[in-house]
């Protein structure tokens, strides 16, 4: 029997008139692969990366990077999935938007039941990123409960969850976003502070905050916006993690400028290294999971779409409209 996928491909780099949906074959998985046919589907600004061009892949390309949904199939070798097995993921090679792929099983976990679909779609690619940034991307010392951070699209997919966690993990979050509503729904998941950028000097604020002091790290994935304020903000031996370009892609940077503005770090992680190997994905998968289910961080979905509407939710993220998650439904 020959399967079939509505599937959401590019043809050229550029807006969200360029996404169409089309119908692709779907075939075996392979040694090291498995199928899965999708319940929802996430939406994640690195979808925008890659349909600009920004982070160039061959073309035509097959768009998304998350999803949750049933295992209907499991290649040869693959021993920690099964046919009917809940799973949700955050893989390369992009190829989400769909109704079912084939793709590598080392980035794919079971899914428990306490966690829907949607959540998983939603929580994926967005939480294993929290999950790196607070546990594993920090400054000299590491952090303490009490420490200053600042984290800016804090009401974004990846910055609620990071809100939450930094709280249940009692680090005082300062959180930048683009309105008075954003910044009072960062508060309300926990940020001990929120600033508006469009109506405060964030570096100012932040400085006011902490007495003077700055912040130990700024978790940053707007980019061009932001970046060089960020290195304002920060204590001597500070970190500044550079983790996406909402806002365009950093300029070069001066080397001698960290020096000058106290021996500081500069960091560009991406989720991706971090989840090279099965078991180090699944250690991740652990802990986001067990934040979940400890009800210590929620998973807010404020967008669903159609997959077939999928332009619009391009058009709603790069407009800002959204906050928390978005997931796309197949």
């Known amino acids: 029997m020959s399967l079939s996928s509505r599937t959401i491909v590019i043809d050229a780099f550029g807006g969200p008139e360029q996404l169409r949906l089309v119908d692709r074959p779907v075939g075996e998985p392979g040694p090291g692969e498995i199928r899965i046919r999708h319940h929802a589907i996430g939406l994640n600004y690195i979808d925008v990366y890659q ?30 999935l099964a046919v009917g097995d809940r799973a949700a993921y955050a893989s390369q090679p992009p190829g989400a938007y769909c109704e079912r792929r084939v793709l590598p099983a080392k ?20 939480g294993l990123t929290a999950q790196y940034l607070l546990r ?5 010392g590491g952090l303490q409960a009490g420490d200053f951070i600042l984290f800016h699209a804090a009401a974004g997919g990846v910055g609620l969850i990071a809100c939450q966690w930094a709280r249940a993990l009692g680090l005082q979050l300062i959180g930048t976003a683009g309105s008075d509503e954003k910044c009072a729904l960062a508060r309300e998941l926990g940020a001990a502070h929120s600033i508006n950028y469009r109506t405060e000097d964030f570096v100012a604020r932040v400085k006011e905050i902490t007495g003077g002091k700055g912040v130990k790290v700024v978790y940053d994935s707007v980019g061009a916006d932001t970046f060089m304020k960020s290195l304002d903000c920060l204590q001597p031996f500070g970190l500044l993690a550079n983790f996406g370009n909402a806002s365009g ?10 020096a000058a503005k106290g021996s500081l770090y500069v960091s560009r992680p991406t989720l991706f290294t971090h989840i090279a190997t099965r078991e180090r994905t699944q250690a991740m998968a652990d802990d986001l999971f067990g934040m979940v289910t400890s009800g210590k961080v929620k998973i807010r979905i404020d967008q669903r779409y159609p997959l077939a509407d999928v332009a619009q939710a391009h058009r709603d993220l790069e407009a800002r409209k959204t906050t928390g998650c978005s997931v796309l439904l197949p």
Do not use: W
């Open 136 to 140: 594993g991307t920090l400054p000299q």
């Open 51 to 80: 349909r600009t061009g920004l982070y160039a892949n061959p073309l035509p390309l097959a768009l998304g990077m998350e999803g949750a949904g049933l295992v209907e199939a499991v290649g040869e070798g693959v021993t920690h």
């Open 249 to 258: 892609k950093v300029p070069p940077l001066d080397l001698g400028l960290l």
């Open 107 to 126: 980035c794919v976990v079971q899914l428990p039941d306490a966690i829907s679909f949607d959540e998983g779609a939603a929580m994926m690619l967005k």
